[in-house]
């Protein structure tokens, strides 16, 4: 029933979660730089600390201009609601610190972003919580991992930067047989891409900073809940269905059938972590979401000439894209990202580290930096930067080599990025 | 907390205050595949304003064991059930939707029992398209989601039950999927929808009322329409109306508003 009452992913990203204000007419989102909101009276006061009423009281737990691309996110990933974060790190430590304490444990797919890889590997285990990881398609595996003490899987859309395909519908449904949530990192694919929670994620949350600000400008996270896990048919959950000293000896499952998660999330994890987001910022990551299909749609056209082009270069190696048969994801990239399954990839080149260095530097439109998901491409090589604190044995778990290459696809007009290839791939091969 | 409701195990919200028989009683009733959260928030406001609230998971839904009401007079027998195993003599009732018309049943079978009724999103009859209850059958999750557009009517809601950044279309598809999913026995959204196009005593109910009736009718209700209320508003001795800026998912659309009424009306 198209229209204003069932909108379709396209008036979504334009148009939810914000209405003119009522205040101004304004038809932008206006920016809300305040640290904090008016009570009507000490009642209203009282009511809204008790959450008696919902509002605004103070922007580290909400804002309006924040609220807004939480609106905005959640309805794009089909989701009951979410929370904006100062960066994708912050979102994916709430999802965990509202989950789970120390003694609890983490089964992750191995084929993650490094810096989560640290996160779980590393910092994670200082405060007790431990992670065993997984090759992405090893079901069996996921399935072993599990302990008595687990309470979450975790993996990427698609992994960073082999782009192994997470099979959801599978690992979801073993997740939810063992009573686990299943947390999926969907930076890489977008909601255009792809909607986790429809396939049987129970959260999802992206780096916001990437595809769905689009513009390299400023570094938020978001964690959207799909409201689909039963937290109290599981058992494993008592920050969730247990009374919570922190607020009154609230029971987020009973205030919520289906948000308890979101309660505790905002309720603790902003109120006593902090790691929100400015009001600032959000307003720069909606004028990114409302042209989000138009870029994607751009970003997928422009990756598969890319793709099509260095798969036929006799200098590659080798070129890691669903799109390719070739790919290990190759099927399940079909069937599960019918649309493509993103314009982050990587590729070897068949000379030595020193050729691949001289590729890089040789590049004049792709820029070398430490980011994905711009407007601009983007290339840097994964051993020496964004992965560099993993072991040989890591990196290749995760599908790295000592010579692979990442790219961004932007939306430069493909011919041009396809000659600035073409010249680097010229230059390294003479080095 | 729990109480024995003929025999079942039944869960009723409290509104984050013990319940206290000393105090005035509120009941507030959902409507179909909905549970006692759908009240989030004004369950909440009146818990810490003096009263005594129970907000029930109708028998055989979510928390609440039992077989679910397979008529509006069922589900009235068991609020007044409800009332006498909480030993609460009187109580004001407040219902949404179906939750409504067994609100209306109920103070019409013990008017002397119930000081205050309150219809939310109400229509008398409650008819519901024979595609509607084909599909509430045969395709669920196809129904669930027309309901579910037919419930809302904002992109922008303001903040709601689960706080600033809710998402309400898929707030509300979570809680019905949920719902369903919580009685495997039985389909609770056809038999709830059953129930509320079979329901014809509305007017010879509300002619039995004799406490203050307020309707509360949402502007842009495509399920109930305001003027679908108006046989019982027409039959009510002692009726008030208040339109507020929403769908038929009001209590999350606009929460204040819904809250304000009923408030208004209560004291």
Known sequence: MPGYSDPGFDTLAVHAGAAPDPATGARAVPIHLSTSFVFESSDHAAALFNLERSGHVYSRLSNPTNAVLEQRVAALEGGIGAIATASGQAALHLAIATLMGAGSHIVASTALYGGSQNLLHFTLRRFGIDTTFVKPGDIDGWRAAIRPNTKLLFGETVGNPGLEVLDIPTVSALAHEAGLPLLVDSTFTTPYLMQPLELGADLVYHSATKFLSGHGTVIGGVVVDGGSFDWERSGRFAELTAPYDGFHGMVFSEESTVGAFLLRARREGLRDFGASMSPHTAWLILQGIETLPLRMERHMANTRKVVEFLAAHPFVERVGHPMLESHASHALAQKLLPRGAGSVFSFDLKGSREQGKKFIEALKLFSHLANVGDVRSLVIHPASTTHFRMSDEALRSAGIGPGTIRLSIGLEDPADLIDDLKRALKAAEKA | ?267
Not at chain 2, 61 to 76: F, L, N, T, W, Y
Not at chain 2, 86 to 107: D, I, N, T, W
Not at chain 2, 149 to 157: D, G, I
Not at chain 2, 228 to 237: D, E, I, S, T, V
Request: net charge positive; with cysteine; charged share 15%.
């Open chain 2, 1 to 267: 907390m729990e109480l024995i409701v003929n025999g079942a195990r039944t869960f009723c919200y409290t509104g984050g205050k013990p319940f206290d028989a000393g105090k005035p009683t509120i009941v507030f009733l959902h409507g179909v595949l909905n549970d006692h959260s759908v009240w989030i928030l004004q369950t909440r406001w009146f818990a810490h304003h003096g009263w005594n609230v129970l907000a029930p998971d109708l028998p055989g839904h979510c928390k609440s064991e039992g077989e679910p009401p397979k008529s509006v007079e069922e589900a009235a027998a068991f609020v007044l059930a409800l009332l006498d195993a909480a030993g609460v003599q009187k109580a004001a009732l407040v219902g949404h939707s179906f939750g409504s018309l067994v609100a209306l049943e109920a103070a019409a079978r013990a008017p002397q029992r119930v000081t205050h009724l309150a219809l939310v999103g109400t229509a008398c009859p409650m008819k519901v398209s024979p595609a509607l209850l084909e599909n509430a059958q045969q395709q669920p999750r196809k129904a669930i989601d027309m309901v579910n557009v037919y419930s809302h009517s904002l992109l922008a809601p303001p903040p709601s039950a689960l706080g600033p950044g809710s998402w309400l279309y898929g707030g509300s598809r979570a809680l019905m999927r949920r719902v369903l999913a919580s009685n495997p026995q039985v389909n609770v959204f056809h038999r709830g929808f059953a129930a509320c196009d079979s329901y014809t005593g509305g007017e010879a109910a509300m002619a039995q009322v004799q406490c203050p009736v307020l309707f509360v009718l949402g502007k842009a209700d495509a399920m109930t329409p305001p003027k679908a209320a108006q046989p019982l508003q027409q039959k009510a001795r002692n009726g008030r109306t208040v339109l507020v800026d929403g769908g038929h998912a009001m209590m999350t659309e606009a929460p204040d508003q819904v809250l304000f009424a009923l408030r208004d009306f209560m004291r």
